[in-house]
């Protein structure tokens, strides 16, 4: 199908007329006509693949927007883009699929986007807070373990409960206090461990990826300073 100049401009004005907060719309339109948006000239093209894609994001489709940004990235690298409406748009899509890997829980690959991207840009807050989050959510396997030890001595408290109550209260008076100090050992036990492994986890994720943006950037000065 042929797209004739005024008919591309006709199609690129109506796009362009969708409400910016129409995310639903945009999708929908694009998908509809995306040949003939194919066959506008690069500038227009882009821009309309650019919205459609804030748009996948917009509407949780998270999948299909990954894809499109991959396709944005090879597009940028091979049109040389450097800006697009005054911003960073290398920065800007690579961020924007971190994002979506991260909800779509893909956290080890979202990481890795995230560490190239502070690799260009070590003193953005933004990014660096992104990284963080993506640590957290991978649980090692040391944290898996303290949690499983302290879910096991939470159970052995209640366990204790049980027979302080149904054992040693009525057949072992004499023991009833101790019982039940055992009882509040294992409690006290578990709630520690939890909140050490919760805790040093947090802990260690903040450090390192605080490490890893001091040490891009302590390359960055060496360069620039030419040592």
Known sequence: MQFLPANRLRLYRNFKAIEAQDFHGTVRFYEQYEEGIRALDFEEYFDCTFTYTNALFETMQFGKHGVMCDFLLETIIMQNLDTW????????????????????????????????????????????????????????????????????LILCSAVFVGLELFVVKPFFPEHDQRALWVHYASLAAGLVVLFWGESRHVWRCRYNSNVFAAAVRERKKRAGSGN
Do not use: F, Q
């Not at 911003?87 to 979202?110: G, N, Q, T």
């Not at 690799?119 to 993506?134: G, M, S």
């Open 85 to 152: 409406g005054g911003e960073d748009i290398y920065a800007r899509i690579l961020y924007d699929k971190a994002v979506s890997l991260y909800y779509l829980r893909e956290y080890a690959p979202a990481e890795h986007v995230m560490r190239e991207l502070i690799k260009i840009h070590p003193y953005h807050t933004t990014y660096l807070r992104l990284l963080n989050k993506c640590m957290l959510r991978r649980k090692p396997a040391w944290l898996m373990t303290a949690r499983a030890v302290a879910l096991a």
